[in-house]
T-cell receptor, first 107, second 118 residues
Framework: KNEVEQSPQNLTAQEGEFITINCSYS?????LHWLQQHPGGGIVSLFM???GKKKHGRLIATINIQEKHSSLHITASHPRDSAVYIC?????????FGAGTILRVKS | DARVTQTPRHKVTEMGQEVTMRCQPI?????VFWYRQTMMQGLELLAY????????DSGMPKDRFSAEMPDATLATLKIQPSEPRDSAVYFC????????????????FGDGTRLSIL
């Protein structure tokens, strides 16, 4: 069964902290997506990666194919980073979503 | 900035009524996705189109749901008859894919249609 597990489910951090959200998938995939859903409900695609590492501003996404694991890092976190972060694994023509990580960054 | 446009943003209707949700993908994108989000199930893929052809709609209840792309600028998702359990936020997204892959670039999401079936 194609599964995607995210951890933690909830995360509260102080402004400025380094944050890591983890995502594990069960079988071989063609790509891994990281999405951000704002409190208002809008969804933004942050990264799509199949190997290595990608960086955009304070966000870094990594993937380890052998360990079937991906991480999303946020450096120097800010209250505006508060959102739900969702990973999704691409299996052929199917996209399987994790349950999401609710992040709250306090000032 | 180009964006995916979904209409309506909100819809409240009674059980048994037909519901039609519309999506205008970003011009030039060749893939369109319909997703449903609920508190219980999270995000789920309902249907996936490439070059207007349905590639995968296995996530969609076939007896009451239908998805079409009558042209490159319009995708529709219909529910007939609607049921209270269909209450959810429905997202449309568009992107670009080459070859056999699902996508080659991150998808762009619309703002969603919040559907309530009474």
């Amino acid at each position: 069964k194609n599964e995607v597990e995210q951890s933690p489910q909830n995360l509260t951090a102080q402004e400025g902290e380094f944050i890591t959200i983890n995502c594990s998938y069960s079988v071989g995939i063609s790509a891994l997506h990281w999405l951000q859903q704002h409190p208002g409900g809008g969804i933004v695609s942050l990264f799509m990666l199949s190997s290595g590492k990608k960086k955009h501003g304070r966000l870094i996404a990594t993937i380890n194919i052998q360990e079937k694991h991906s991480s999303l890092h946020i450096t120097a976190s800010h209250p505006r980073d508060s959102a739900v972060y969702i990973c999704a694994a691409e299996y052929g023509n199917k996209l399987v979503f994790g349950a999401g990580t609710i992040l709250r960054v306090k000032s | 900035d180009a964006r995916v446009t979904q209409t309506p943003r909100h819809k409240v209707t009674e059980m048994g009524q037909e519901v039609t949700m519309r999506c205008q993908p970003i011009l030039g994108h060749n893939t369109v996705f319909w997703y449903r989000q609920t508190m219980m199930q999270g995000l789920e893929l309902l249907a996936y189109f490439r070059n207007r052809a349905p590639l995968d709609d296995s996530g969609m209840p076939k007896d009451r749901f239908s998805a079409e792309m009558p042209d490159a600028t319009l995708a529709t998702l219909k529910i007939q008859p609607s049921e209270p359990r269909d209450s959810a936020v429905y997202f449309c997204a568009s992107g670009w894919a080459l070859g056999q892959g699902y996508s080659n670039q991150p998808q762009h999401f619309g703002d969603g249609t919040r559907l309530s079936i009474l």
